[in-house]
């Protein structure tokens, strides 16, 4: 299993950064010609993963997150990652969207999300400590749809 | 940015992104709320699952006096975060006019 290589945009992880991490996947998403409405749910699909890195994976503690966008032909590869404890998606409960209200828990919709917007989301351990997830949209861009 | 304040009318106009980091700003705001409430969302650019807890906490309490959120002007992406997540069967939803 390799890295992945490549310029990474890094914050110290905080809820404070999420706007950072969007403009940085917007700006990277227009300067590579992906379609508005996928840009738009990657936008989503990142919030909600460095989100969880900082909720979650760090628990308030410090620590650095790193998100790269990239073109592969015609999908687009996002990766995060960060050196929190171990994440194993398997623990995440769904978020049971048939409920009535009444009986609806009020998390569990972040991964669901990741992975509806998505058409790829593999979490792994990153070499060397820490978590790596790797997001792929397909036909991202502007008549690959 | 998000805003989130009331109209002279009453109505509880939201703006800007909500995202984890205005949730709790959010969620103090509703929790002051009582009645039916409408929420103009026409200036709201984003939502993550973070804004969706606090309409479904906020929904939850007004129900249970016999009241409820209901959601207006919501625009087309805000509208598609909406039916993945199921809200279009928890909450009355009102499109924005289609623009342009």
Redesign the interface.
Known sequence: MTREQGPYFSQAAS??S??RF?DYIDQTGRQLGVDP?VL?DL??VV??AV?NV??HGYQGRPGPVEVRMKRLGDDVVVCIRDQARPFDPGQVPA?Q??KA??D?P??G??L??IR??TDEAEFRPAPGGGNELRLIRRSAFAGTG | MFEIRQDEAGRVVVSGRLDAAHAPEAQVFLDDLAGHCVMDMGALEYISSAGLGVLLRTHKRLLADGAGLKLVNVNHHINDIFTYSGFDKLFEIEAAPASG
């Open positions: 809820l404070e999420l706007s969007r409405g738009a936008r989503l919030d909600e989100t900082v909720q978020p969207l048939d209200l009444a609806r009020y998390g919709m972040g669901y999300l509806t917007m």
